[in-house]
């Protein structure tokens, strides 16, 4: 694998272990974290939409989403207007934890660009929106 695209994975593996070890007490994991913090920045969010969002496919939020919901952090609605779709909710339990999960993803932040510029760290989230936007772009064109 290119040095590259190995060094994003290993942020991005190093990230979900991070999360895991500061958020055991709550019976979440690492992967976890990503689909609550979205639930809970739109509740009211439909299954395809977190897929879109998160870059997973929907086994992969349902199979989240069920986990999320036995722990009491999400609660899911068929939608009114469509049977076909279920819109998840955040629980009260998953907005009183979304400090908590801020302050690691801060924490977390805070050893990744440890030693970096305020101007480099611009520089890299400049870059990482670019790269996010052309894996967009990949999926649009997926369908």
């Known amino acids: 694998m290119a040095p590259f695209l190995k060094n994003l994975n290993a942020v991005a ?5 991070f999360r895991e070890d500061r ?6 994991t ?25 870059f997973v496919n929907k086994s992969n939020v349902a199979r989240q989403m069920s986990a ?25 339990k998953a907005e009183e934890l979304m400090p908590v999960i801020r302050a690691v993803n801060e924490e977390w932040k805070a050893r990744l660009c440890e030693g970096l510029t305020a101007e480099e760290e611009a520089a ?18 997926r369908g």
């Open 68 to 92: 999320l919901e036995e722990a009491g952090y999400v609660r899911r609605e068929q939608s009114a207007g469509d049977k076909r779709v279920w819109r998840v909710y955040p629980t009260a």
């Open 30 to 54: 690492g992967g976890q974290v990503k689909y609550l913090f979205a639930v809970c920045s739109g509740g009211g969010v439909s299954q395809d939409e977190l897929a879109r969002s998160l």
């Open 13 to 17: 593996r190093g990230t979900t272990l």
């Open 23 to 28: 958020l055991k007490g709550y019976g979440l």
């Open 124 to 141: 890299l989230a400049s870059v990482l929106d670019k790269l996010v936007a052309n894996v967009r772009r990949y999926e649009e064109e």
